[in-house]
């Protein structure tokens, strides 16, 4: 099992490339599944959660070729509308197939979702809004089987709560039902945009993208496309705070800036100079940063993906910083583990309390999901001494190489196995 041993203490200089989206590319490739034309798409990060999406493409019965960043698929003949659990039981997107597979089959049997143990997914949603559609669903030895032998039937669907895959699986299923879909309370963030941008390109009828309501018209059949994923916003964001708790001059390039403003607002509030241009991010930080609170939301609000990235920078900021988590219930994890670095953070219900602290102190600490992975990467970049950080396998879910692209910008990274 791979481990990161880091010594602390250098700042991040010089330039980092972002790469593509994994949380956009994820229901891209779940898309190609529409179609029996090839699909191109680009800017696909080699991670180990894409691997496992394109491992359950094949299962189906779809080809996959992958060159560098570009994959091809050509889902022509699905024989198996399926996603086991031992394919897919380390990767919590697996429900993403299950409106595609539905639409274009009329059947499908997917496995619960898994990963992250972060907090509750709220799959109930994909499965009352297929239900909307005419799906027949059942639950049961923890799989979700689908049937619409007749096809699907647009419909009226109302989100309980804002869900990006839900919004994403009903957002594909409604491509190929008959009549008009209406989805309120629909998520809006960028990877959901990149989503529908793809869809119609392969033909979909779709309008209201990027607000809270989108309207699909159903369409016969869709068609194969090219199409580039949008740029890692979680990445980018990552790496830009790294860049500021080290007091580093870093500039991400290929990267979304006008995806970030609300971290680059708590950013600027928290002391960082930061400088956008149309695709690229500079950050410098020549002092002590201060504490700020934060409170993560839906898009455009501050994203709860980088919640446990931004604590680590409060761990060595000056004051106290609240740190309040709306999202999921269970996505503290990484808090005992910077405690054992030597940072100060109580934590009460959803809201931990962080006072910064002068200095952490390397340790040996344990990942337990993938985003509390990056946050002790990044805590130990500035503790003294040095750091060993177990279980990086998390890391490399959502991450693609993140010790090389933070060691070519100085920091003194290394992998073990």
């Known amino acids: 099992m791979d481990k990161f041993v880091i010594q602390g203490g250098q700042p991040l200089v010089g330039e980092i490339l972002i790469g593509g989206a994994k949380n956009s590319a994820l229901p891209a490739l779940a898309a190609c ?112 089987s689908a049937e619409a032998p007749s096809g699907l039937k647009g419909a009226h669907v109302v989100f309980d709560r804002i869900t990006v895959t839900g919004t994403e699986d009903i957002l594909m299923a409604a491509t190929l039902a008959q009549g008009e879909t209406l989805i309120e309370n629909a998520a809006r963030e960028p990877e959901v945009q990149d989503l529908a941008a793809l869809l119609i390109k392969m033909g979909a009828r779709i309008e209201g993208v990027g607000t809270s309501t989108i309207r699909v018209q159903g369409v016969s059949e869709l068609h194969g496309t090219r199409h580039a994923i949008i740029p890692d916003r979680i990445e980018a964001g990552t790496f830009l705070i790294a860049g500021a708790m080290t007091q580093g001059e ?100 959803r809201q931990a309390i962080v006072a910064g602290v002068p200095r952490l102190t390397g340790a040996q600490v344990i990942a337990s999901d993938l985003r509390a992975s990056a946050s002790l990467v990044l805590a130990a970049l500035v503790a003294k001494g040095e750091t060993i950080i177990d279980r990086v396998y998390h890391i490399d879910r959502g991450y693609e190489k993140i010790e090389a692209k933070l060691a070519q910008a100085g920091a003194r990274i290394r992998r073990v196995s």
Do not use: W
Not at 104 to 122: D, E, H, Y
Not at 251 to 278: F, N, V, Y
């Open 33 to 144: 599944l529409l179609t029996k034309e090839q699909v191109t798409l680009q800017r696909i990060p080699r991670v180990r959660d894409i691997r496992t999406m394109e491992k359950l493409l094949m299962y189906t019965g779809a080809t996959v070729s992958v060159t560098g960043t570009q994959v091809n698929v050509r889902a022509e003949n699905l024989e198996k509308a399926e996603a086991p659990y031992d394919l897919v039981k380390t990767m919590r997107a697996s429900s993403l197939v299950l409106g595609p597979l539905v639409a274009r089959t009329g059947r499908a049997r997917v496995s619960m979702p898994g990963g992250c143990a972060i907090g509750a997914r709220p799959v109930n949603l994909h499965v009352s809004a297929l239900e909307k559609l005419g799906a027949e669903i059942r639950l049961e030895e923890g799989y979700i």
């Open 250 to 349: 870093l500039t991400l390039q290929g990267c979304a800036p006008e995806h970030l403003d609300a971290l680059i607002a708590k950013m600027r509030q928290a002391g960082a100079t930061i400088e956008s241009g149309p695709q690229s991010i500079r950050v410098t930080a020549s002092g002590k940063m201060r504490s700020v609170d934060i409170t993560t939301e839906e898009y455009p609000g501050f994203a709860t993906d980088l919640q446990a990235q931004f604590m680590a920078m409060l761990t060595e900021a000056a004051g106290i910083g609240f740190v309040t988590e709306t999202i999921f219930e269970n996505r503290f994890m990484h808090a005992p583990e910077l405690a054992r670095m030597g940072a100060n953070i109580r934590v009460e219900g």
